[in-house]
Protein backbone atom coordinates (compact mmCIF):
# COMPACT_ATOMS: atom_id res chain seq x y z
CA UNK A 1 0.00 0.00 0.00
CA UNK A 2 1.50 3.63 -1.15
CA UNK A 3 1.54 6.66 1.17
CA UNK A 4 -1.47 7.61 -0.61
CA UNK A 5 -3.52 5.04 -0.11
CA UNK A 6 -2.19 5.20 3.71
CA UNK A 7 -3.16 8.63 3.72
CA UNK A 8 -6.12 8.25 2.06
CA UNK A 9 -7.23 5.58 4.71
CA UNK A 10 -6.77 7.81 7.82
CA UNK A 11 -8.67 10.53 6.05
CA UNK A 12 -11.46 7.82 5.46
CA UNK A 13 -11.69 6.81 9.16
CA UNK A 14 -11.07 10.24 10.41
CA UNK A 15 -13.74 11.76 8.62
CA UNK A 16 -16.08 9.32 9.66
CA UNK A 17 -15.65 9.59 13.59
CA UNK A 18 -15.95 13.34 12.96
CA UNK A 19 -19.26 13.07 11.30
CA UNK A 20 -20.41 10.97 13.94
CA UNK A 21 -18.73 12.98 17.09
CA UNK A 22 -21.01 16.23 15.42
CA UNK A 23 -23.98 14.23 14.89
CA UNK A 24 -23.63 13.30 18.57
CA UNK A 25 -23.25 16.94 19.79
CA UNK A 26 -25.95 17.98 18.02
CA UNK A 27 -28.59 15.60 19.14
CA UNK A 28 -26.98 14.94 22.98
CA UNK A 29 -25.94 18.60 24.04
CA UNK A 30 -27.26 20.79 22.02
CA UNK A 31 -30.79 19.94 20.93
CA UNK A 32 -31.03 19.36 25.29
CA UNK A 33 -30.29 22.96 25.77
CA UNK A 34 -32.89 24.02 23.61
CA UNK A 35 -35.84 22.34 24.78
CA UNK A 36 -35.69 19.71 22.42
CA UNK A 37 -34.25 16.58 24.37
CA UNK A 38 -37.54 14.22 23.35
CA UNK A 39 -36.45 14.35 19.91
CA UNK A 40 -32.88 13.29 21.07
CA UNK A 41 -34.94 10.81 23.25
CA UNK A 42 -37.03 9.66 20.57
CA UNK A 43 -34.57 8.99 17.82
CA UNK A 44 -31.76 7.60 19.36
CA UNK A 45 -32.48 3.70 19.78
CA UNK A 46 -32.84 4.48 15.60
CA UNK A 47 -29.35 6.61 15.11
CA UNK A 48 -27.41 4.00 17.48
CA UNK A 49 -28.45 1.33 15.47
CA UNK A 50 -27.70 3.20 12.05
CA UNK A 51 -24.19 4.56 13.35
CA UNK A 52 -23.76 0.91 14.12
CA UNK A 53 -24.56 -0.24 10.71
CA UNK A 54 -22.13 2.59 8.79
CA UNK A 55 -19.33 0.92 11.09
CA UNK A 56 -19.45 -2.62 10.15
CA UNK A 57 -19.46 -1.60 6.45
CA UNK A 58 -16.49 0.26 7.15
CA UNK A 59 -14.72 -2.42 8.94
CA UNK A 60 -15.58 -4.80 6.40
CA UNK A 61 -14.26 -2.71 3.32
CA UNK A 62 -11.29 -1.08 5.33
CA UNK A 63 -10.34 -4.39 6.96
CA UNK A 64 -7.12 -4.15 8.88
CA UNK A 65 -7.53 -3.33 12.46
CA UNK A 66 -11.23 -1.89 11.67
CA UNK A 67 -12.33 -5.04 12.46
CA UNK A 68 -10.72 -6.01 15.53
CA UNK A 69 -12.10 -2.38 16.39
CA UNK A 70 -15.66 -3.58 15.50
CA UNK A 71 -14.92 -6.56 17.70
CA UNK A 72 -13.65 -4.66 20.73
CA UNK A 73 -16.49 -2.26 20.84
CA UNK A 74 -18.89 -5.09 20.92
CA UNK A 75 -17.47 -6.27 24.44
CA UNK A 76 -18.31 -2.76 25.58
CA UNK A 77 -21.22 -2.93 27.48
CA UNK A 78 -20.73 -0.62 30.30
CA UNK A 79 -20.30 2.10 28.16
CA UNK A 80 -22.00 1.48 25.04
CA UNK A 81 -25.92 1.23 23.80
CA UNK A 82 -26.85 -2.47 23.28
CA UNK A 83 -28.03 -1.24 19.54
CA UNK A 84 -24.49 -0.57 19.35
CA UNK A 85 -23.01 -3.93 20.61
CA UNK A 86 -25.59 -6.16 19.28
CA UNK A 87 -24.55 -5.14 15.94
CA UNK A 88 -21.05 -5.85 16.08
CA UNK A 89 -20.68 -8.80 18.04
CA UNK A 90 -21.72 -10.73 14.54
CA UNK A 91 -18.52 -8.63 13.30
CA UNK A 92 -16.09 -11.97 12.01
CA UNK A 93 -12.71 -11.92 11.75
CA UNK A 94 -12.60 -13.00 7.70
CA UNK A 95 -11.80 -10.97 4.67
CA UNK A 96 -10.49 -12.31 1.32
CA UNK A 97 -7.31 -14.04 1.25
CA UNK A 98 -3.86 -12.57 -0.20
CA UNK A 99 -3.18 -14.39 -3.53
CA UNK A 100 -0.47 -16.78 -2.79
CA UNK A 101 2.48 -14.79 -4.53
CA UNK A 102 2.22 -12.31 -2.11
CA UNK A 103 2.37 -14.91 0.88
CA UNK A 104 4.87 -17.17 -0.63
CA UNK A 105 7.36 -14.03 -1.05
CA UNK A 106 6.75 -12.82 2.59
CA UNK A 107 7.22 -16.42 3.89
CA UNK A 108 10.55 -16.99 1.91
CA UNK A 109 12.12 -13.43 3.17
CA UNK A 110 11.31 -14.16 6.38
CA UNK A 111 12.66 -17.86 6.45
CA UNK A 112 15.52 -16.73 4.05
CA UNK A 113 14.83 -19.79 1.63
CA UNK A 114 12.57 -20.70 -0.59
CA UNK A 115 8.86 -22.75 0.33
CA UNK A 116 9.98 -26.20 -1.28
CA UNK A 117 13.16 -26.22 0.91
CA UNK A 118 11.52 -25.24 3.89
CA UNK A 119 8.81 -27.25 3.85
CA UNK A 120 8.14 -31.08 2.00
CA UNK A 121 4.93 -29.67 0.92
CA UNK A 122 2.55 -26.42 1.00
CA UNK A 123 -0.95 -25.91 0.24
CA UNK A 124 -1.24 -22.50 -1.58
CA UNK A 125 -5.00 -22.51 -1.00
CA UNK A 126 -5.77 -20.82 3.32
CA UNK A 127 -7.29 -22.82 6.00
CA UNK A 128 -8.27 -19.62 6.81
CA UNK A 129 -8.10 -15.69 6.14
CA UNK A 130 -8.27 -12.72 8.93
CA UNK A 131 -7.64 -9.27 8.95
CA UNK A 132 -4.22 -9.77 10.37
CA UNK A 133 -2.64 -13.24 8.74
CA UNK A 134 -3.65 -15.89 7.06
CA UNK A 135 -3.33 -19.93 7.78
CA UNK A 136 -1.77 -23.19 5.08
CA UNK A 137 -1.11 -26.60 5.98
CA UNK A 138 2.26 -27.82 5.16
CA UNK A 139 4.45 -30.91 5.70
CA UNK A 140 7.84 -30.17 7.36
CA UNK A 141 10.99 -31.54 5.19
CA UNK A 142 12.57 -34.65 6.32
CA UNK A 143 15.01 -33.28 8.22
CA UNK A 144 12.48 -31.23 9.91
CA UNK A 145 10.16 -33.83 10.77
CA UNK A 146 12.91 -35.99 12.22
CA UNK A 147 14.34 -33.55 14.97
CA UNK A 148 11.22 -32.21 15.96
CA UNK A 149 9.15 -35.28 15.77
CA UNK A 150 6.21 -33.75 14.00
CA UNK A 151 4.77 -33.86 10.59
CA UNK A 152 1.97 -31.78 9.42
CA UNK A 153 1.72 -28.32 10.50
CA UNK A 154 0.07 -24.79 10.03
CA UNK A 155 1.82 -21.80 8.78
CA UNK A 156 0.56 -18.50 9.75
CA UNK A 157 1.86 -15.60 7.40
CA UNK A 158 1.22 -12.13 8.27
CA UNK A 159 -0.98 -10.17 5.26
CA UNK A 160 2.05 -8.01 3.76
CA UNK A 161 1.93 -4.38 4.78
CA UNK A 162 -0.20 -4.82 8.06
CA UNK A 163 2.43 -3.15 9.81
CA UNK A 164 2.02 -0.08 8.19
CA UNK A 165 -1.65 -0.50 7.94
CA UNK A 166 -1.99 -0.94 11.90
CA UNK A 167 0.18 1.84 12.26
CA UNK A 168 -1.87 3.67 10.23
CA UNK A 169 -5.31 2.67 12.23
CA UNK A 170 -3.50 3.28 15.73
CA UNK A 171 -2.67 7.17 15.06
CA UNK A 172 -6.10 7.86 14.02
CA UNK A 173 -7.65 5.87 16.89
CA UNK A 174 -5.25 7.93 19.14
CA UNK A 175 -6.33 11.22 17.13
CA UNK A 176 -10.23 10.15 17.81
CA UNK A 177 -9.62 9.28 21.64
CA UNK A 178 -8.36 12.77 21.83
CA UNK A 179 -11.28 14.65 20.63
CA UNK A 180 -13.62 11.94 22.76
CA UNK A 181 -11.82 13.10 26.00
CA UNK A 182 -13.16 16.78 25.22
CA UNK A 183 -16.75 15.54 24.81
CA UNK A 184 -18.18 15.64 28.28
CA UNK A 185 -21.13 13.10 27.64
CA UNK A 186 -18.28 10.32 26.94
CA UNK A 187 -15.74 11.64 29.10
CA UNK A 188 -17.62 10.74 32.24
CA UNK A 189 -17.81 7.47 31.23
CA UNK A 190 -14.95 6.24 29.69
CA UNK A 191 -11.12 7.07 29.45
CA UNK A 192 -10.73 6.76 25.55
CA UNK A 193 -6.75 7.60 25.59
CA UNK A 194 -6.54 5.01 27.85
CA UNK A 195 -8.63 2.82 26.06
CA UNK A 196 -7.31 2.70 22.90
CA UNK A 197 -3.72 2.23 24.14
CA UNK A 198 -4.42 -0.95 25.69
CA UNK A 199 -5.96 -1.92 22.62
CA UNK A 200 -3.18 -0.62 20.57
CA UNK A 201 -0.87 -2.97 23.05
CA UNK A 202 -3.21 -5.60 22.14
CA UNK A 203 -2.62 -5.38 19.07
CA UNK A 204 0.70 -5.05 18.56
CA UNK A 205 1.41 -8.34 20.50
CA UNK A 206 -0.72 -10.02 17.81
CA UNK A 207 1.26 -9.40 14.94
CA UNK A 208 4.03 -10.23 16.77
CA UNK A 209 3.89 -14.46 15.95
CA UNK A 210 7.57 -14.70 18.35
CA UNK A 211 4.99 -13.48 21.26
CA UNK A 212 2.24 -15.62 19.79
CA UNK A 213 4.37 -18.84 20.27
CA UNK A 214 5.54 -18.29 24.14
CA UNK A 215 2.29 -17.57 24.76
CA UNK A 216 1.24 -21.18 23.14
CA UNK A 217 4.36 -22.55 25.08
CA UNK A 218 3.32 -20.80 28.52
CA UNK A 219 -0.58 -22.11 27.92
CA UNK A 220 0.84 -25.15 27.42
CA UNK A 221 2.86 -25.71 30.40
CA UNK A 222 0.09 -24.28 32.68
CA UNK A 223 -1.83 -27.31 31.98
CA UNK A 224 1.03 -29.97 31.67
CA UNK A 225 -0.34 -33.23 33.17
CA UNK A 226 -3.79 -32.48 32.79
CA UNK A 227 -5.45 -34.87 30.24
CA UNK A 228 -8.55 -32.51 29.43
CA UNK A 229 -6.22 -29.85 27.67
CA UNK A 230 -3.66 -29.73 24.66
CA UNK A 231 -1.69 -26.84 22.47
CA UNK A 232 0.12 -27.27 19.34
CA UNK A 233 3.96 -27.77 19.49
CA UNK A 234 5.41 -24.98 18.33
CA UNK A 235 8.26 -25.58 15.51
CA UNK A 236 11.01 -22.99 16.57
CA UNK A 237 13.12 -22.81 13.69
CA UNK A 238 10.49 -22.42 11.25
CA UNK A 239 8.90 -19.95 13.53
CA UNK A 240 9.70 -15.59 12.72
CA UNK A 241 7.89 -12.32 14.20
CA UNK A 242 5.75 -12.80 10.63
CA UNK A 243 6.07 -16.52 10.54
CA UNK A 244 4.16 -19.20 12.76
CA UNK A 245 4.63 -22.93 12.41
CA UNK A 246 2.92 -25.20 14.58
CA UNK A 247 1.93 -28.59 14.73
CA UNK A 248 -2.01 -29.44 13.05
CA UNK A 249 -4.26 -30.07 15.62
CA UNK A 250 -7.41 -29.73 13.66
CA UNK A 251 -9.77 -31.81 14.83
CA UNK A 252 -13.80 -31.68 15.48
CA UNK A 253 -14.76 -27.76 15.81
CA UNK A 254 -16.27 -27.71 19.34
CA UNK A 255 -19.77 -26.02 18.01
CA UNK A 256 -20.04 -28.64 15.64
CA UNK A 257 -22.51 -30.41 17.38
CA UNK A 258 -23.27 -33.22 14.86
CA UNK A 259 -20.21 -34.11 14.42
CA UNK A 260 -19.40 -34.61 18.34
CA UNK A 261 -22.45 -36.66 18.59
CA UNK A 262 -21.06 -39.16 15.56
CA UNK A 263 -18.11 -39.71 17.58
CA UNK A 264 -20.17 -40.65 20.57
CA UNK A 265 -19.13 -37.55 22.28
CA UNK A 266 -22.21 -35.46 24.33
CA UNK A 267 -22.43 -32.06 23.27
CA UNK A 268 -23.12 -31.37 27.12
CA UNK A 269 -20.14 -32.96 28.70
CA UNK A 270 -18.42 -30.30 26.22
CA UNK A 271 -19.76 -27.67 27.65
CA UNK A 272 -19.64 -28.49 31.25
CA UNK A 273 -15.67 -29.21 30.55
CA UNK A 274 -15.26 -26.01 28.51
CA UNK A 275 -16.88 -24.19 31.37
CA UNK A 276 -14.34 -25.72 33.67
CA UNK A 277 -11.25 -25.35 31.90
CA UNK A 278 -11.84 -21.67 31.22
CA UNK A 279 -12.55 -21.07 34.91
CA UNK A 280 -9.10 -23.02 35.83
CA UNK A 281 -7.33 -20.40 33.60
CA UNK A 282 -8.77 -17.35 35.51
CA UNK A 283 -8.58 -18.60 39.03
CA UNK A 284 -5.36 -21.47 39.00
CA UNK A 285 -3.38 -20.03 36.15
CA UNK A 286 -3.85 -16.44 35.88
CA UNK A 287 -3.25 -16.17 31.82
CA UNK A 288 -6.39 -17.10 29.96
CA UNK A 289 -7.29 -17.27 26.36
CA UNK A 290 -8.93 -14.22 25.33
CA UNK A 291 -10.37 -15.82 22.33
CA UNK A 292 -11.96 -19.13 22.69
CA UNK A 293 -14.50 -18.82 19.49
CA UNK A 294 -15.53 -22.14 17.89
CA UNK A 295 -12.12 -21.53 15.33
CA UNK A 296 -9.84 -21.88 17.75
CA UNK A 297 -11.01 -24.79 19.88
CA UNK A 298 -11.25 -28.18 18.95
CA UNK A 299 -12.33 -31.49 20.60
CA UNK A 300 -9.75 -34.44 19.66
CA UNK A 301 -11.14 -37.86 20.03
CA UNK A 302 -8.24 -39.67 21.73
CA UNK A 303 -6.82 -43.79 20.48
CA UNK A 304 -6.54 -45.93 23.43
CA UNK A 305 -2.75 -45.78 23.43
CA UNK A 306 -3.24 -41.97 23.58
CA UNK A 307 -1.57 -39.98 26.83
CA UNK A 308 -4.38 -39.43 29.31
CA UNK A 309 -6.60 -41.80 27.17
CA UNK A 310 -7.49 -43.52 30.67
CA UNK A 311 -8.11 -40.69 33.19
CA UNK A 312 -10.95 -39.52 30.12
CA UNK A 313 -12.02 -43.02 29.35
CA UNK A 314 -13.71 -42.62 32.38
CA UNK A 315 -16.19 -39.85 31.20
CA UNK A 316 -17.26 -42.21 27.88
CA UNK A 317 -15.32 -42.18 24.62
CA UNK A 318 -11.78 -40.34 25.76
CA UNK A 319 -11.26 -37.08 24.43
CA UNK A 320 -10.31 -33.80 25.17
CA UNK A 321 -10.29 -29.97 24.82
CA UNK A 322 -7.75 -28.41 21.83
CA UNK A 323 -6.83 -24.53 22.12
CA UNK A 324 -5.23 -22.91 18.82
CA UNK A 325 -4.30 -19.08 18.37
CA UNK A 326 -2.41 -17.51 21.17
CA UNK A 327 -1.98 -14.26 20.11
CA UNK A 328 -4.92 -12.75 22.50
CA UNK A 329 -4.80 -13.58 25.85
CA UNK A 330 -5.83 -11.46 28.85
CA UNK A 331 -3.28 -12.28 32.66
CA UNK A 332 -4.90 -11.79 35.68
CA UNK A 333 -3.32 -10.10 38.27
CA UNK A 334 -3.02 -11.22 41.80
CA UNK A 335 -5.47 -7.58 43.22
CA UNK A 336 -7.49 -8.67 39.73
CA UNK A 337 -8.35 -12.06 40.74
CA UNK A 338 -8.74 -11.24 44.82
CA UNK A 339 -11.71 -8.64 43.41
CA UNK A 340 -12.86 -11.76 40.85
CA UNK A 341 -12.81 -14.23 43.68
CA UNK A 342 -15.50 -11.90 45.69
CA UNK A 343 -17.31 -11.43 42.80
CA UNK A 344 -17.73 -15.42 42.38
CA UNK A 345 -18.36 -15.88 46.07
CA UNK A 346 -21.37 -12.73 45.22
CA UNK A 347 -22.55 -14.34 42.34
CA UNK A 348 -22.88 -17.88 43.87
CA UNK A 349 -24.61 -16.33 46.58
CA UNK A 350 -26.83 -13.99 44.62
CA UNK A 351 -25.63 -10.76 46.89
CA UNK A 352 -26.43 -7.62 45.36
CA UNK A 353 -24.50 -5.91 47.83
CA UNK A 354 -21.58 -8.01 47.94
CA UNK A 355 -21.22 -7.72 43.77
CA UNK A 356 -21.05 -4.38 44.65
CA UNK A 357 -18.12 -4.29 47.00
CA UNK A 358 -16.60 -6.36 44.47
CA UNK A 359 -17.15 -3.84 41.75
CA UNK A 360 -15.37 -1.36 43.95
CA UNK A 361 -12.11 -3.66 45.06
CA UNK A 362 -11.86 -4.58 41.05
CA UNK A 363 -11.78 -1.26 39.95
CA UNK A 364 -14.51 -0.96 37.86
CA UNK A 365 -16.91 1.49 39.92
CA UNK A 366 -15.87 4.56 40.85
CA UNK A 367 -15.57 5.39 44.58
CA UNK A 368 -18.11 8.13 44.05
CA UNK A 369 -20.23 5.79 42.50
CA UNK A 370 -23.81 6.12 43.91
CA UNK A 371 -24.58 2.83 43.79
CA UNK A 372 -28.20 2.93 45.50
CA UNK A 373 -30.46 2.19 41.84
CA UNK A 374 -27.65 -0.62 40.51
CA UNK A 375 -27.98 -2.49 44.06
CA UNK A 376 -31.67 -2.51 43.65
CA UNK A 377 -31.64 -3.77 39.70
CA UNK A 378 -29.03 -6.69 41.08
CA UNK A 379 -31.53 -8.18 43.37
CA UNK A 380 -34.30 -7.68 40.86
CA UNK A 381 -32.22 -9.70 38.69
CA UNK A 382 -31.16 -12.23 40.86
CA UNK A 383 -35.03 -12.23 42.52
CA UNK A 384 -36.13 -12.50 38.63
CA UNK A 385 -33.71 -14.60 36.60
CA UNK A 386 -31.04 -16.18 39.26
CA UNK A 387 -30.38 -19.82 38.68
CA UNK A 388 -32.08 -19.82 35.11
CA UNK A 389 -30.19 -21.89 32.66
CA UNK A 390 -30.29 -20.68 28.72
CA UNK A 391 -33.56 -22.63 27.96
CA UNK A 392 -35.18 -21.51 30.81
CA UNK A 393 -34.50 -17.84 30.08
CA UNK A 394 -36.19 -18.25 26.73
CA UNK A 395 -39.58 -19.24 28.06
CA UNK A 396 -39.30 -16.03 29.73
CA UNK A 397 -41.66 -13.08 27.87
CA UNK A 398 -39.10 -11.21 25.17
CA UNK A 399 -41.21 -7.95 26.53
CA UNK A 400 -40.28 -8.59 30.12
CA UNK A 401 -36.86 -9.53 29.13
CA UNK A 402 -36.13 -7.03 26.98
CA UNK A 403 -37.67 -3.92 29.10
CA UNK A 404 -35.59 -5.26 32.07
CA UNK A 405 -32.26 -5.19 30.14
CA UNK A 406 -33.21 -1.81 28.89
CA UNK A 407 -33.79 -0.74 32.68
CA UNK A 408 -30.90 -2.56 33.57
CA UNK A 409 -28.40 -1.26 30.94
CA UNK A 410 -29.68 2.56 31.43
CA UNK A 411 -28.45 2.06 35.05
CA UNK A 412 -25.14 0.44 34.42
CA UNK A 413 -24.46 3.29 31.86
CA UNK A 414 -25.30 6.03 34.11
CA UNK A 415 -22.59 5.02 36.53
CA UNK A 416 -18.92 6.47 36.17
CA UNK A 417 -17.82 2.98 34.90
CA UNK A 418 -14.06 2.05 33.45
CA UNK A 419 -13.11 -1.14 32.85
CA UNK A 420 -9.34 -1.62 33.99
CA UNK A 421 -6.06 -2.98 32.01
CA UNK A 422 -6.54 -7.01 31.49
CA UNK A 423 -10.41 -6.55 32.36
CA UNK A 424 -11.63 -6.23 28.99
CA UNK A 425 -10.21 -9.32 27.31
CA UNK A 426 -11.12 -11.30 30.52
CA UNK A 427 -14.87 -10.37 29.33
CA UNK A 428 -14.68 -11.18 26.24
CA UNK A 429 -13.24 -14.67 27.14
CA UNK A 430 -16.37 -15.39 29.62
CA UNK A 431 -18.91 -13.67 27.02
CA UNK A 432 -17.63 -16.55 24.45
CA UNK A 433 -17.88 -18.92 26.71
CA UNK A 434 -20.69 -18.62 28.15
CA UNK A 435 -21.89 -18.46 24.08
CA UNK A 436 -20.62 -21.22 23.57
CA UNK A 437 -21.44 -23.58 26.41
CA UNK A 438 -25.16 -22.60 25.64
CA UNK A 439 -24.87 -23.75 21.98
CA UNK A 440 -23.44 -26.46 22.75
CA UNK A 441 -26.25 -27.43 25.91
CA UNK A 442 -29.26 -25.19 26.14
CA UNK A 443 -29.79 -26.63 29.59
CA UNK A 444 -26.32 -25.45 30.57
CA UNK A 445 -26.93 -22.93 33.93
CA UNK A 446 -23.89 -21.21 34.54
CA UNK A 447 -24.47 -21.01 38.02
CA UNK A 448 -23.75 -24.31 38.30
CA UNK A 449 -20.44 -23.88 36.43
CA UNK A 450 -19.71 -21.34 38.76
CA UNK A 451 -20.86 -22.94 42.11
CA UNK A 452 -17.83 -25.35 42.40
CA UNK A 453 -15.22 -22.97 42.08
CA UNK A 454 -17.54 -20.44 44.52
CA UNK A 455 -17.18 -23.15 47.31
CA UNK A 456 -13.95 -24.16 46.98
CA UNK A 457 -13.24 -20.14 47.58
CA UNK A 458 -15.47 -20.09 50.42
CA UNK A 459 -13.44 -22.68 52.33
CA UNK A 460 -10.05 -21.12 51.48
CA UNK A 461 -11.86 -17.14 52.54
CA UNK A 462 -13.21 -19.01 55.66
CA UNK A 463 -9.01 -20.47 56.10
CA UNK A 464 -7.69 -17.06 55.52
CA UNK A 465 -10.50 -15.59 57.66
CA UNK A 466 -9.72 -17.50 60.76
CA UNK A 467 -5.76 -17.00 60.28
CA UNK A 468 -6.46 -13.28 59.64
CA UNK A 469 -8.64 -13.45 63.13
CA UNK A 470 -6.27 -15.60 64.79
CA UNK A 471 -3.02 -13.39 63.75
CA UNK A 472 -4.43 -10.25 65.09
CA UNK A 473 -5.79 -11.85 68.32
CA UNK A 474 -2.61 -12.87 69.06
CA UNK A 475 -0.71 -9.79 67.62
CA UNK A 476 -3.17 -7.98 70.32
CA UNK A 477 -2.80 -10.21 73.35
CA UNK A 478 0.79 -10.00 73.14
CA UNK A 479 0.48 -6.02 73.33
CA UNK A 480 -1.73 -6.03 75.83
CA UNK A 481 -0.10 -9.24 78.10
CA UNK A 482 2.93 -6.81 77.68
CA UNK A 483 0.97 -3.17 78.73
CA UNK A 484 2.20 -4.15 83.13
CA UNK A 485 5.41 -3.84 82.36
CA UNK A 486 5.06 -1.42 80.35
CA UNK A 487 3.06 0.65 83.06
CA UNK A 488 5.60 -0.32 85.66
CA UNK A 489 8.67 0.87 83.75
CA UNK A 490 6.74 4.05 83.36
CA UNK A 491 6.00 4.69 87.12
CA UNK A 492 9.53 3.70 87.75
CA UNK A 493 10.45 6.57 85.35
CA UNK A 494 8.80 9.23 87.01
CA UNK A 495 9.42 7.94 90.30
CA UNK A 496 13.68 8.11 89.62
CA UNK A 497 12.71 11.85 88.38
CA UNK A 498 10.98 12.45 91.42
CA UNK A 499 7.58 13.84 90.47
CA UNK A 500 5.15 14.97 93.26
CA UNK A 501 1.97 13.36 91.79
CA UNK A 502 -0.10 10.36 93.20
CA UNK A 503 -0.15 7.73 90.44
CA UNK A 504 -2.06 5.31 92.64
CA UNK A 505 -5.06 6.61 90.86
CA UNK A 506 -3.68 6.49 87.43
CA UNK A 507 -2.37 2.94 88.19
CA UNK A 508 -6.08 1.98 89.31
CA UNK A 509 -7.46 2.97 86.19
CA UNK A 510 -4.75 1.15 83.88
CA UNK A 511 -5.74 -1.76 85.68
CA UNK A 512 -9.32 -1.46 84.52
CA UNK A 513 -8.16 -0.55 80.83
CA UNK A 514 -5.85 -3.85 80.96
CA UNK A 515 -8.85 -5.62 82.44
CA UNK A 516 -11.28 -4.48 79.59
CA UNK A 517 -8.44 -5.02 76.88
CA UNK A 518 -8.06 -8.74 77.75
CA UNK A 519 -11.90 -9.28 78.01
CA UNK A 520 -11.50 -7.75 74.01
CA UNK A 521 -8.96 -9.99 73.14
CA UNK A 522 -11.07 -13.24 74.36
CA UNK A 523 -13.56 -11.85 72.86
CA UNK A 524 -12.15 -11.55 69.35
CA UNK A 525 -10.67 -15.47 69.97
CA UNK A 526 -13.73 -16.42 71.21
CA UNK A 527 -14.95 -15.06 67.53
CA UNK A 528 -12.12 -16.39 65.54
CA UNK A 529 -12.39 -19.85 66.95
CA UNK A 530 -15.94 -20.18 66.65
CA UNK A 531 -16.26 -18.67 63.02
CA UNK A 532 -13.55 -20.78 62.12
CA UNK A 533 -15.03 -23.95 63.19
CA UNK A 534 -18.15 -23.53 61.73
CA UNK A 535 -16.90 -22.78 58.57
CA UNK A 536 -14.39 -26.14 58.91
CA UNK A 537 -16.90 -28.48 59.79
CA UNK A 538 -17.86 -29.71 56.34
CA UNK A 539 -14.55 -29.92 55.16
CA UNK A 540 -13.15 -31.05 58.40
CA UNK A 541 -15.36 -32.07 61.20
CA UNK A 542 -12.77 -32.76 63.74
CA UNK A 543 -11.07 -29.93 63.41
CA UNK A 544 -13.92 -27.74 63.42
CA UNK A 545 -15.65 -29.26 66.48
CA UNK A 546 -12.16 -28.96 68.23
CA UNK A 547 -12.56 -24.81 67.72
CA UNK A 548 -16.11 -24.70 68.41
CA UNK A 549 -15.45 -26.38 71.89
CA UNK A 550 -12.10 -24.26 72.20
CA UNK A 551 -14.13 -20.96 71.69
CA UNK A 552 -15.72 -21.95 74.83
CA UNK A 553 -12.65 -20.71 77.02
CA UNK A 554 -12.43 -17.49 76.31
CA UNK A 555 -15.38 -16.83 76.02
CA UNK A 556 -15.98 -17.37 79.69
CA UNK A 557 -13.15 -15.19 80.62
CA UNK A 558 -14.86 -11.95 78.13
CA UNK A 559 -17.86 -12.74 80.49
CA UNK A 560 -16.64 -13.26 83.88
CA UNK A 561 -13.50 -11.51 84.54
CA UNK A 562 -15.30 -7.96 85.28
CA UNK A 563 -17.19 -9.87 87.64
CA UNK A 564 -14.09 -11.23 89.54
CA UNK A 565 -11.91 -8.48 89.74
CA UNK A 566 -14.80 -6.18 91.09
CA UNK A 567 -15.38 -8.89 93.68
CA UNK A 568 -11.15 -9.02 94.70
CA UNK A 569 -11.43 -5.19 94.63
CA UNK A 570 -14.04 -4.90 97.02
Known amino acids: ?????????????????????????????????????????????????????????????????????????????????????????????????????????????????????????????PVAAASLGQAHRARLSPVDAEETGLDEVVVKVQRPGIEQIVGVDLAALRRIAGWLRRVRVVSEHVDAPALVEEFAQTSLEEIDYLHEAQNAERF?????????????????????????????????????????????????????????????????????HADPHPGNIFV??????????????????????????????????AELRAGLRMLVIAVAGRDGRAMIEAAHEIGVLMPSADTAELERALTQLFERFGGMGFAQLKQVDPREFRDFGVEFGDVVRSLPLQLPEHLLLLIRA????????????????????????????????????????????????????????????????????????????????????????????????FAALLIGGALLTASNPALGTTLVALSVLPLLHALFAGVVGRIRRR
Open 1 to 125: MTDGAHRARSRRILGFAARQLVQLWWYELVLPKIGLSSVADRTRERRMRRLAERFRTLAVELGGLMIKVGQFLSSRLDVLPPEITSELEGLQDEVPPVPFPAIRELAEAELGSPLDRVYAWFDEA
Open 300 to 333: TPLADGDDGARELGERGIPWRLTFVDFGMMAEVP
Open 220 to 288: AESFAGDPRVDAPAVVWERTTRRVLTLEDVTAIKINDVEALRAAGIPPAEVARVFAEVMFDQVFTHAFV
Open 430 to 525: MALTSGMCSGLDPEFNVWDAVEPYASQLLQEEGGNLVEDLTGQALSSARLLWGMPQRVDALITKADQGRMSFDTSRLERRLDRVEGVARRVVSAVL
